[in-house]
């Protein structure tokens, strides 16, 4: 496994496989890798001939006041990681490599439909910085696929969206969010949690899943669903950021007669700010 930090030399690479004619699978991660990113590059090397990982801790989607100074940063291990995986190239950029004018009055990109509602309305420019460092990357590296989790599931559709609108070839795969047995999503975060909050963390998934259930069955009262998972948070301890029901597609208030819906939450338990979604397919 090559590792390159330069963007010159990351396209170098990149452009003797595809004129060789390789496809191209890029997954792009903050590092401090676990078993939720070892997922998506699983997948992606099933749906490409070269796989491509990202390690970039991007500063602009990190809003004020939050840990951007103290994101665990573990590039060694990562790489072990990486070359176990059978991964090709890891790409890790400096701050400067993917900013080359500096932070201040950088090229933006939006996406105005994602970006203010959900997590986007408490952590303002967070999903302008996710929308403008992907967009970097699929323009450095054309893959021909790039692979997503899950967990992350605005920042799934915000970028599917961005692919969409901006016309880049490039195919956006998914994977199921990966859990510890208890249920809890994994996420490089959960170091932040003490002993007593991981024993209360896996509450935040079974809320949801009980708030899927009611609409599975046919519930059609979104506002009393979404502020009883409220209450139901509170209570285990968590302090809800927001508890929305939305379809599926875009992220949307749904419609009476929409079918493919999906719950979302982000909440505070102690420290740590956790997220996490559950699919509904409603009965009617």
Not at 80 to 109: N, Q
Not at 153 to 161: A, T
Not at 216 to 240: I, Q, T, W
Request: net charge negative; hydrophobic share 45%.
């Amino acid at each position: 496994m090559e590792t390159v930090a330069r963007p010159d030399t990351l396209r170098d690479r990149l452009r003797a496989w595809q004129s060789d004619g390789q496809r191209i699978a890029l997954v792009p991660t903050m590092g401090n890798l676990h078993a939720g990113h070892l997922a998506l590059i699983r997948k992606g090397r099933t749906l490409a001939d070269r796989s491509v990982v990202s390690v970039f801790a991007n500063p602009t989607q990190f809003v004020s006041g939050e840990d951007f100074e103290r994101y665990p940063r573990t590039l060694e291990a990562d790489a072990r990681l990486l070359l176990d995986m059978g991964v090709d190239l890891l790409f890790a950029p400096e701050i400067g490599d993917l900013y080359p004018h500096g932070l201040a009055g950088h090229v933006r990109v939006e996406v105005p439909a994602l970006d203010h509602i959900l997590c986007g309305a408490s952590r303002p420019g967070h999903f302008t910085g996710v929308a403008t460092v992907v967009t970097k990357l699929l323009n450095l590296m054309a893959p021909d696929v790039t692979v997503f989790g899950q967990k992350d599931y605005q920042q799934l559709v915000l970028i599917r969206r961005l692919v969409a609108d901006l016309g880049f070839p490039v195919s956006i795969e998914s994977v199921d969010t990966v859990r510890e047995a208890d249920g809890l999503a994994l996420s490089s975060r959960n170091r932040y949690l003490s002993t007593e909050e991981r024993a209360v963390a896996p509450g935040l998934y079974r809320v949801l899943r009980q708030a899927a259930e009611v609409l599975r069955s046919g519930n059609r009262d979104y506002a009393a669903v979404e502020a009883g998972a409220g209450s139901d948070l509170e209570a285990l301890g968590f302090r809800p950021d927001y508890f929305a029901v939305r379809r599926a597609s875009d992220l949307m208030v749904p419609r009476q007669t929409d079918i493919d819906l999906i719950v979302l939450t982000a909440a505070w338990l102690g420290h740590t700010r956790l997220i996490d979604n559950a699919a509904v397919q409603s009965s009617r």
